[in-house]
């Protein structure tokens, strides 16, 4: 796993995702870092998964995928990072650690190896 600090982007503006030979995409997060929900906003209790499950619709590649996890999950997810997993990595270790965020232990999910260090 490669991290990096990633440029925090507002919620209220776009995020670009793209894959291998794809034009890019623009993403808009809702704008629920404005609505309040308790202590925080709701962009602090919600996740966001959004990407695809092929990174070249022409080779029906499933590697490298483009994925954006946003929200704090309240509580459970850093932000402000770009994490980059090792080539290959099946998406379902994603689901499984984001099932783990949600207080569903699973040892195994689809094809995963494992859950990954969301």
Do not use: W
Not at 22 to 44: I, K, Q
Not at 90 to 99: D, G, T
């Amino acid at each position: 796993m490669i991290e990096q600090e990633a440029r925090r982007v507002p919620c209220q503006s776009s995020a670009h995702a793209g894959g291998a030979g794809a034009s890019a995409r623009r993403f808009r997060l809702p704008t629920f870092g404005g609505a309040s929900d308790g202590d925080r906003n709701l962009l602090d209790h919600s996740m966001f998964l959004y990407g695809s499950s092929m990174s070249n619709g022409n080779q029906h590649d499933h590697d490298p995928l483009p994925v954006l996890l946003a929200g704090a999950a309240a509580g459970q997810l850093k932000g402000g990072r770009h994490i980059t997993y090792a080539p290959h990595t099946p998406m379902s270790n994603l689901l499984l650690s984001i099932l783990d965020k949600f207080g569903v232990r699973q040892e195994r999910f689809g094809d995963s190896t494992g859950p990954l260090e969301v």
